[in-house]
């Protein structure tokens, strides 16, 4: 079953604010992954993290990798329209010759103007 | 440019047809995977194949198979829809990477 649990579910922003959502496990993960699923799309990835403690960027949007590596953290500043979607945690169900993903419940988030 | 392509985009069935979902990329990648999409659970996993001429069960296996018919096709087969497997159902490819996904088969079964 999900091992994964994001908060929060959702979340309504004004334009211009600041998002921040978290991802935590059960278990201890040596990547955390970061997808965004549009509207009728699937999801694609945002940002990568693969030791703990890392922190990553890729434009407005910043993760990190918890020390603890039962945790990880996405944080959008400046949101506007277009970053309205779901977000998606994930890390490796387990270590092999596929990369099996398990997904947290995912962030809902909607910007206002 | 197209990555990873399912067909159909939407499908209704009865209880009890068979149908089975399309999936190709042109990647060149090894493995691909199905996984389906159920408000407020995420996405979950439910076969994969980690290289042409294998198959693995995921997370939620029971209701379906699989066929990895080559190395860029992999489908999915219901053999006895039931409204329990209404959900959007994706499918991804990689090898050593972050997973590629494509744009779903929203399937309803009443």
């Known amino acids: 079953g999900q091992q994964l649990n994001q908060s929060p579910q959702s979340m309504f922003i004004q334009e211009g604010e600041d998002v921040s959502m978290n991802c935590t496990s059960s278990?201890?993960?040596?990547?955390w992954l970061w997808y965004k699923q549009d509207p009728g799309e699937g999801p694609v990835l945002l940002i990568a993290?693969?030791?703990?403690?890392e922190l990553t960027s890729n434009g407005r949007l910043t993760a990190q990798f918890g020390i603890t590596r039962k945790d990880s953290f996405l944080n959008i500043s400046a949101s506007i329209p277009s970053d309205v979607g779901i977000y998606f945690c994930?890390?490796?169900?387990?270590?092999?010759?596929?990369?099996?993903?398990?997904f947290g419940t995912g962030t809902r988030l909607q910007v206002t103007l | 440019n197209a990555g990873v392509t399912q067909t159909p985009k939407f499908q209704v069935l009865k209880t009890g047809q068979s149908m089975t979902l399309q999936c190709a990329q042109d990647?060149?990648?090894?493995?691909m995977y199905w996984y389906r999409q159920d408000p407020g659970m995420g996405l979950r996993l439910i076969y994969y194949s980690a290289s042409e001429g294998t198959t693995d069960k995921g997370e939620v296996p029971n209701g379906y198979n699989v066929s990895r018919l080559n190395k860029r096709e992999f489908s999915l087969r219901l053999e006895s829809a039931a409204p329990s497997q209404t959900s959007v159902y994706f499918c991804a490819s990689n090898t050593n990477s972050p997973l590629h996904f494509g744009n779903g088969t929203r399937l309803t079964v009443t």
């Open positions: 993290l693969y030791k703990a403690g």
């Open positions: 990647m060149n990648h090894n493995s």
């Open positions: 278990s201890i993960f040596n990547t």
């Open positions: 994930a890390g490796p169900l387990n270590t092999g010759t596929a990369s099996k993903l398990t």
